[in-house]
């Protein structure tokens, strides 16, 4: 088991009752690939957030995305507006899955995942700032 299935396994766990509440198995969110989402972050109204780790985030992020990790969402969404179109991504497409499921639990009206992650980004992405904490990452 490599350490993202069982980061995955924790953050399922933790969000598992809001996301046995929808029983039917029908999504509540929608999925978008990353050039519909490119199309769409560009709208001020909508909110792309970045469900990966602190130190993914600065080795690189979508421009404009805002920095909520999975395993914290479950205390953290509050904090957001669920009136606004929320945009979940992780890097390859798994958390923010997770991520968006949970949202929608929560009474999100618009929810979205971004397929295949940032990974598949068609667009610029922005890099640090690095600290002793935090040291350049490799190119995606």
Known sequence: MGFGFSVRIAIECNLNEAIEA?????????????????????????????????REYVCHRIPGSQLMPVQELSGGFERLDPRHPTICVCEHGIRSETAAAFLAAQGFREVYTMRGGIVQWPGPLLRGPFTDEFTPCEEK
Not at 24 to 52: I, K, M
């Open 22 to 54: 929808n029983e039917d198995d029908s999504l509540n969110y929608a999925v978008l690939t990353p050039q519909e989402v490119l199309l769409r972050s560009s709208r001020p109204d909508v909110l792309l957030l970045d469900v990966r780790t602190p």
